[in-house]
């Protein structure tokens, strides 16, 4: 397996207005589908968002980039999103759930850098804003937010130094930096 495409799946955070098509975002569906799930549950639910005027309304719910004192503006804002919905089960294990929705948005992203795109995964929005606004069944609760478009920035991954793992824009806020912990601080 190539390393490149590890490389290029980065949290991005501004974005092109060229769009995604309702087919690409299926596709990316297809293969969050075929992902992993604890028991074989399959309990997670997906709505699609291309639409602009959703989409705008959308973006002001969200907040982003926890670290970084920023977020994109409006024209910087994602062209299309994926909202990932759990059953509002009190009986569900939900430490599986999530599991199955990190490896669901795995998926997702892979196939949205093979396609061109990029993304970044959205747990701070107002989930109940969302949910009314897209009409969502009663009996799902929206969990995660997808947020994607072609990239307008460039995202790198740095070798983190004496446990630093802030991330960081440069002035032009243009390029992140994404410090990780080498290799061989990370096994025991």
């Given at each position: 397996m190539e390393k490149e495409i590890f490389l290029k799946n980065r949290s991005y955070r501004t974005f092109t207005d060229d769009k995604i098509s309702k087919a690409e975002l299926l596709m990316m569906i297809e293969n969050a589908r075929l992902a992993a799930s604890a028991r074989n549950s399959q309990n997670i639910r997906y709505a699609l968002v291309e639409n602009d005027s959703t989409c705008e309304k959308i973006?002001?719910?969200t907040k982003w980039a926890g670290l970084l004192k920023w977020n994109p503006s409006l024209e910087e804002s994602p062209v299309a999103y994926i909202v990932m919905c759990l059953p509002n089960d009190k009986n569900l294990n939900m430490n599986i759930n999530y599991f199955d929705m990190g490896v669901a948005a795995q998926n997702?992203?892979?196939?949205?850098?093979t396609l061109g795109y990029g993304g970044c995964i959205l747990g701070a929005f107002d989930k109940k804003a969302v949910h009314d606004l897209l009409n969502l069944p009663s009996n799902y609760n929206c969990e995660i937010l997808i947020a994607l478009g072609k990239p307008l920035e460039i995202s790198t991954v740095v070798e983190a130094v004496e446990g630093n793992i802030?991330?960081?824009?440069?002035?032009?806020?243009?390029?992140?930096?994404v410090p990780k912990i080498p290799l061989n601080e990370l096994i025991f």
């Open positions: 973006f002001p719910l997702i992203l892979l196939t949205a850098v802030d991330y960081y824009r440069d002035v032009e806020k243009r390029h992140n930096f």
